[in-house]
T-cell receptor
Framework: QQPVQSPQAVILREGEDAVINCSSSKALYSVHWYRQKHGEAPVFLMILLKGGEQKGHEKISASFNEKKQQSSLYLTASQLSYSGTYFCGTEKVTGGTSYGKLTFGQGTILTVHP | DGGITQSPKYLFRKEGQNVTLSCEQNLNHDAMYWYRQDPGQGLRLIYYSQIVNDFQKGDIAEGYSVSREKKESFPLTVTSAQKNPTAFYLC????????????FGDGTRLSIL
């Protein structure tokens, strides 16, 4: 099943913070986060592994709660360049060779205004 | 510079026609993927391949076909059996090791004439 992202859309002013959530009903091995500008290719942000590891990339960080099968993406002190659609991609726990096979959420549209 | 090249950028299909979308990568990745993206929606997996001469259906494979004769190339054919082909198609590649990011091409936008 497709992971569920919330909220569907966020509008911010520069400097404000935002949190985007990604929830799955399946046991997850990892969660990937990507950002896509309109009409462009998605760009990789980070991968979160099961174990609750938190990662950061400049002012964007994320966490993964294995028990809840939920990942959250934190954007702090937002900049205009943060605008775009954010997707989570989840990789299920399997014993086979389907590694790398991601199921993407429906996306969260983030708009940052001056 | 290494990357993924998709061509053409825009493609138009007539009713009953098959069209082929090209995807080439020079990242030396073993795995390649095709996704379909509809307006306001996420990416849905059409086909993926983890090794040359082998590929698996994704979630929405009906009406599509692929081949993987070379490591660098993973073309997607949209057949006439795909009744609603208008969409943005994205090709991606990754290393076949756990926890590796997928690298995406710039996409092909397919429309029906």
């Amino acid at each position: 099943q497709q992971p569920v992202q919330s909220p569907q859309a966020v509008i911010l002013r520069e400097g404000e913070d935002a949190v985007i959530n990604c929830s799955s009903s399946k046991a997850l091995y990892s969660v990937h986060w990507y950002r896509q500008k309109h009409g462009e290719a998605p760009v990789f942000l980070m991968i979160l592994l099961k174990g609750g590891e938190q990662k950061g990339h400049e002012k964007i960080s994320a966490s993964f709660n294995e028990k809840k099968q939920q990942s959250s993406l934190y954007l702090t002190a937002s900049q205009l360049s943060y605008s775009g659609t954010y997707f989570c991609g989840t990789e299920k726990v399997t014993g086979g060779t389907s590694y790398g096979k991601l199921t993407f959420g429906q996306g969260t549209i983030l708009t940052v205004h001056p | 510079d290494g990357g993924i090249t998709q061509s053409p950028k825009y493609l138009f299909r007539k009713e009953g026609q098959n069209v082929t979308l090209s995807c080439e990568q020079n990242l030396n990745h073993d795995a390649m993927y095709w996704y379909r993206q509809d307006p306001g929606q996420g990416l849905r997996l059409i086909y993926y391949s983890q090794i040359v001469n082998d590929f698996q259906k994704g979630d929405i494979a009906e009406g599509y076909s692929v081949s993987r004769e070379k490591k660098e190339s993973f073309p997607l054919t949209v057949t006439s059996a795909q009744k609603n082909p208008t969409a943005f198609y994205l090709c991606a590649s990754s290393s076949v090791i756990y926890n590796q990011p997928q690298h995406f091409g710039d996409g092909t936008r397919l429309s029906i004439l």
